[in-house]
C-alpha cells in the first residue's frame, strides 16, 4: 500500500511538471478582438507621419515609437549620423539561454504624386475595407506588427529564452543606406547582433477570399550593375566613321539584352518550385517540374520569359538594360555612349567570372565594361531547416488555415542582404494581398493600399512565429 501511495505521489508530482513545462512552452493566449483598436491607431498613426525619402525625416516617427515603447516600460536608444533620421533600437531581455531575435522595419516610405491620389496619402483613410495610405505596405505594416508584439510580449510577462530586439531603421528606400541598416551594421552591430532576424520581403497571397500561399523570402539577388563605354572618333554626321561609338555601344546592349543566362537552382528556388507546383493548375504544376527536364527546358524556359517574367528571373542571373547616354545633336558623331545594364546576381554567383563571360558574349574590344559600386553584398541563403524558418511555417498553417508556405528568393533586393552577410538568418515576411493590391496598389505604387484586415493577421502571424522561438521552453 506505501509502495502504491509513493508512486501516485510521484505520478501527481510528475503531472504537475510535465503540465507546468507544457504551460510554459505554450505562447500566451492573445485576445485578437481586444488588440485590433490599439494596432490601428498605431498604424494610422505612424503613416500619417510623413517620411518621403528624400528627405526622410524619419526621427519624426522614432520620436512616436520612443513615447510608445517607454510608456510600457520598454528602454530604447537611438543612433543617428543625421539627427532627421534617426534609428531606434529597443530590446526586452530573455534569459541569455538562445541568441536574439530581430524583428526589424524601415520608417521611410518613397515620395508621392498628390495626384494620383484620390485621398491625403498621409490621411490613413478607411475606405471600402483598406486602409489608404503612403507606407501601408512599405513598410509600415510591418513596423507597427514589430512594435505590437513587443507591446504584447512586455504585457504578458511571457519568459524568454532569447533577447527580443526591434529595429526602426532609416533610409531603406535609397542607395546607398548610409544612415540606416549599413550605418546600424557596421558601426552598431553589438545593439543588433541575433541568431535571427524578421522583415518585410515575403508574401502572402489571397485568392477568391482566401489566402493560398505564404511566401517566406529566404535569399534574394544582389544588384552589381555596370556601364557599358565605348569612346570613338567625333565628326560630322554626314561623314560615316567605323569607330562609332553608338553602332558599338547599340551591338553590346542589343546581345546583352538578349542574352539567356545559365539557369541555376538553390534550395529556396528548388523547394519554391517544387511546393509552387504542388498547389498549381495541371498545366503550370508541368512547367514547373519540368524545369530540369532537359527535353523541355528550351520550351519552358521561353514560356517563363514570354509570360511568367519574374519567375524566368528568379531561376538564373539577369541583364537587363536601363539607361542610355550619347550623342549632342543629330548631325553630330558623339566621341562617347555608354549605356547602364542592371545586373542581379544569383545569391552564389562568381562575379569576376561572371564579367568575362559578358565581355566573351560582347566580342567587342571597343566597349569597356565599367563596374558600378554598390553597398549591397551577396550574401549565402537563410536555412530551410532553422528553428525560425520551421516557426515561421507553423505559424503560417495556423494562422492561414489551408495555404501552402514556401520559401521565396527575391529578384529585388533588402536590407536582409546586410544581416545575411554578418550571419544573421533572415527571414521576410508580408501581410496578406490579392494580385490586384500587389500590382496596383503595392509597394511603391502610385496609390498605395493595405486591407485592414490583413494588418490584424499580419500581427497574430509574427506573435505566432516571434513568440514560439523567443519564449522559454
Known sequence: MIVTALKTLALIALGTVVSA?????????VDWEKQKVETLEHFRS???????NPPGNETKAVEYLKRVLEAE???????????????????LKGNGSKRPILILAHTDVVAVQLEKW????FGAVIKDGYIWGRGTVDDKDIL?????????????????????????ESGEETDPTDVGIKFMVEQHFDEINAEFALTEGGATTIENGRVTAVQIATTEKAPRRVRLVVNGSSGHGSVPRLDNALTHLGGAVQKVGSWQTPMRLNDTTRTYFEKLASISSPEKAARYNGLLDPNR?????????????????????????????????????????????????????DVAKFYEEMKRVIGDPAVQIVPIISSRPIAPPSKLDSEMYR???????????????????????????????????SYGFGSALTLNDRTNFG?????????????YKAVQFLWDAVSSVAGHK
Open 21 to 29: 513545462v507544457l504551460a510554459n512552452a505554450q505562447p500566451p493566449v
Open 46 to 52: 505612424l503613416v500619417r507621419i510623413d517620411t518621403s
Open 73 to 91: 516600460g520598454i528602454p530604447t536608444k537611438t543612433f543617428s549620423l543625421d539627427p532627421t533620421r534617426a534609428n531606434l533600437v529597443a530590446r
Open 118 to 121: 484620390q485621398v491625403d496619402p
Open 144 to 168: 507597427t506588427a514589430n512594435l505590437m508584439v513587443m507591446l504584447l510580449l512586455k504585457r504578458s510577462g511571457i519568459t524568454l529564452d532569447r533577447d527580443v530586439i526591434f529595429l526602426a
Open 297 to 349: 527546358q528550351s520550351a519552358i524556359q521561353q514560356y517563363l520569359a514570354e509570360f511568367e517574367p519574374s519567375h524566368y528571373s528568379m531561376l538564373r542571373t539577369s541583364v537587363v538594360p536601363t539607361i542610355l547616354k550619347a550623342g549632342v545633336g543629330a548631325n553630330v558623331i558623339p566621341s562617347e555612349a555608354e549605356a547602364t545594364i542592371d545586373i542581379r546576381v544569383l545569391p552564389d554567383e
Open 391 to 425: 516557426a515561421l511555417e507553423a505559424a503560417g498553417k495556423r494562422q492561414y488555415p489551408g495555404s501552402t508556405v514556401l520559401p521565396g528568393m527575391l529578384n529585388g533586393y533588402t536590407d536582409m542582404a546586410l544581416l545575411r552577410a554578418r550571419g544573421i538568418q
Open 443 to 455: 509597394a511603391h505604387s502610385d496609390v498605395e493600399r493595405i486591407p485592414e484586415t490583413s494588418l
